[in-house]
């Protein structure tokens, strides 16, 4: 468990063996100068540790969620239900359909209590969209991430294969 003071983004893994995209969305904050922490408790096997996080998160100043499972992947679920602070889920691989089990259950929230659903391993677009949704209320985040796109773009126009263009 890593926690960072001051953390805006809560990312929560089910499970240890989800820890690789949690450390990617977190590179991928620290890069944009959002403080984040990361929690290791899952919704089936400690039902009661993830309530008490949802119920003090924000009273820690976190704004947003980033919640990363597999197999039945009900914690973002569990946590959306638990709070009104955006929740954006990322299903893991692994299971009987390798990932497209974890991606149904995930972005198939019932009306009511949604879930930002990103693509199956994909910490680093969660963290990005996480940001975005800080950024909505901080001018110089906004830079960064504008910034970013920037050097993301000039990057593919530098390949030696667009020589040219
Ligand atoms: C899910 O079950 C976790 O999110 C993880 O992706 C999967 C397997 O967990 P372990 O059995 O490796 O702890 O709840």
New binding site residues.
Partial sequence: MTESVGARVGIV??????MAAAEKAAAILDELGVPSEVRVI?A?RAPELLARFAANAEGRGIRVFIA??????H?PGVLASQTSAPVIGVP?P?GVADGLDALLAIVQMPKGVPVATVGVGNGENAALLAAEMLALADPSLRERLEARRRAQADAIAEDPANFGL
Avoid: E, W
């Fill in positions: 893994v089910g499970s240890r063996s989800d899952s089936h990363i499972a597999g197999l039945a992947a914690l893991m692994g």
